[in-house]
């Protein structure tokens, strides 16, 4: 069967009445696209409005499958099969339409009561809209199956009044919907882009700058640096490598600055270091205030470590002291990402499995 063909035949056959596509279409009862896609051979007509379209035209039924004028006519027994398929048919779609118009009828009312519980419980920022909006697209789509498979919606599209309210309420569901997809693909592309990013990375002595770092970054690294020298004065020799990328809820990555002291000044160095400590608030509904102390560990890492965040937030500040070279190195790093710190491998915890914390909340810290 040439679809195109017969298409082109019903457009003549049509033309020939001097018919319009909307005047065939209200005749039958259906749409003037459903007209159109019939012509176009892009759709064929249900099988029971076959005979009908027939006898409209007074052509064979044959001749509308072929796409073309036969000779003969079709006799009476083969008119009455074809009259029994078309009634064939619409027995099963109405069965069919039944059982859709039931489920159809049941999934309006839970979605209209979906919307009622969800606006009952609504909290404004909590993501409620978003879901409101869904159901509502929800029930709208299928209070137009319903309207469909009962008859109605082919009626209402036929009245002016109906196609306006339509095109009114889609434009304003848009304009309302546009708002929560804007916002949710600018929240996915900015994680995705704080995920695959790749690190700011900073490297030489001359770079550091412990103000700056701590006025930039230090709410986002959990920490004020207070392992940190304020300066490089009185080093001997300094390198100093930063790997940080900002996300949308912080800031990740690590800052390692390697110094070699005099010994004098590496004593007087680990002193300082050694006698940090931080004044917070006992809890959050204790405004006391307590001093917490920076941790001494020879276990954790390849050297002695004074330790002044162990893993609240994910994030990490220690200050290794290798004796043997008079140098200092001090380490901050959040949430680390192990492949990207392959060069410092040496100032990471031996142990590997220690970084995977489950609650982040009850590490250890002296800022919080």
């Known amino acids: 069967m040439d679809q195109k063909k017969t298409g082109a035949f019903l457009q003549s056959l049509r033309k020939e009445r001097e018919l319009t596509q909307e005047e065939l279409a209200e005749k039958f009862s259906v749409t003037s696209r459903t007209v159109s896609r019939w012509e176009t051979g892009k759709n064929m007509p249900d099988i029971s409005l076959l005979t009908d379209i027939a006898d409209f035209y007074e052509v064979?039924?044959?001749?509308?499958?072929d796409g073309e004028r036969k000779s003969e006519t079709m006799?009476?027994?083969l008119k009455e099969v074809a009259d029994k398929m078309a009634d064939y048919a619409d027995m099963e779609k109405s069965r069919l339409c039944k059982w859709v118009q039931i489920i159809g009828f049941i999934g309006v009312v839970l979605a209209a009561l979906s919307i009622i519980l969800q606006g009952i419980r609504y909290e404004s920022g909590s993501g409620d809209g978003i879901a409101i909006v869904a159901t509502f697209v929800a029930l709208i789509a299928m209070a137009i199956t319903t309207l469909y498979v009962n008859g109605?919606?082919?009626?209402?599209i036929k009245k002016k009044t109906f196609n306006y309210f339509i095109k009114f309420s889609v434009f304003a569901l848009v304009i309302v919907s546009l708002k929560y997809v804007l916002g949710i693909l600018f929240v996915i592309t900015y994680v995705l882009h704080g995920i695959y990013s790749p690190l700011g990375k900073v490297e030489g002595a001359d770079k550091y700058d412990k103000k700056m770092i701590v006025e930039k970054y230090s709410s986002d690294l959990n920490s004020k640096l207070l392992l940190f020298?304020?300066?490089?004065?009185?080093a001997v020799d300094a390198d100093y490598h930063q790997g940080l990328k900002e996300g949308?809820?912080?800031t990740d990555g690590y800052i390692f600055l390697e110094v070699k002291y005099s010994d004098e000044d590496h004593e007087t160095e680990k002193q300082r270091i050694s006698e940090t400590s931080n004044e917070v608030y006992n809890d959050f509904n204790d405004h006391s205030r307590v001093t917490k102390e920076v941790k001494y560990d020879d276990e954790t890492y390849n050297y002695p470590a004074y330790v002044a965040c162990d893993g609240y937030s994910y994030a990490y500040e220690y200050a290794l002291i290798d004796e043997k070279n008079d140098t200092i190195i001090y380490a901050a790093l959040s949430n680390p990402e192990f492949y990207r710190m392959s060069k410092y491998e040496?100032?990471?915890k031996k142990d590997r499995s220690e970084y995977h914390i489950e609650d982040s909340t009850v590490q250890y810290t002296i800022y919080y």
Not at 229 to 234: R, T
């Open 60 to 65: 064979d039924v044959r001749e509308i499958i």
């Open 229 to 234: 020298p304020d300066s490089l004065e009185g």
């Open 248 to 250: 949308i809820f912080d």
């Open 152 to 156: 109605i919606l082919s009626k209402l």
């Open 346 to 348: 040496d100032y990471l």
């Open 75 to 77: 006799d009476e027994e």
